[in-house]
């Protein structure tokens, strides 16, 4: 799902920089560098001889897309975990289920 997700994103992009009359490039990429993301820029078949066009893809896919959906799934769990927890603790008040808790636990 990440690809085809990752593809309409980048399809998207590239036809709105078309509009202004550019093209997405890969950013320079040095052979040594520490402090920065440096993915190799190959396609998932291992061929570095591929066109530009899908070599540009998989580097932002690698580089920005993938990071990017992986800080907003632990974001989201995150931010509704407490709140999941404290919905269930708000259950103690239905009669039902208010014999399984104690009174510290609310």
């Given at each position: 799902m990440s690809d085809s997700a990752c593809h309409r994103v980048f399809a998207s992009a590239q036809s709105l920089v078309a509009c202004v009359g550019y093209e997405l490039q890969i950013p320079r990429v040095t052979a040594r560098q520490k402090h920065t993301a440096n993915s190799v820029c190959v396609t998932e078949a291992g061929d570095e001889a591929a066109p530009e066009s899908s070599r540009t893809e998989t580097y932002f896919r690698v580089s920005n897309f993938n990071p990017f959906v992986d800080f907003l799934v632990t974001?989201?769990?995150?931010?509704?975990?407490?709140?999941?927890?404290?919905?269930?603790?708000?259950?103690?008040?239905?009669?039902?289920?208010?014999?399984?808790?104690?009174?510290?636990?609310l």
């Open positions: 974001e989201l769990t995150d931010r509704f975990t407490c709140h999941r927890n404290n919905a269930f603790l708000l259950q103690a008040f239905v009669s039902y289920f208010c014999c399984n808790y104690d009174v510290t636990d």
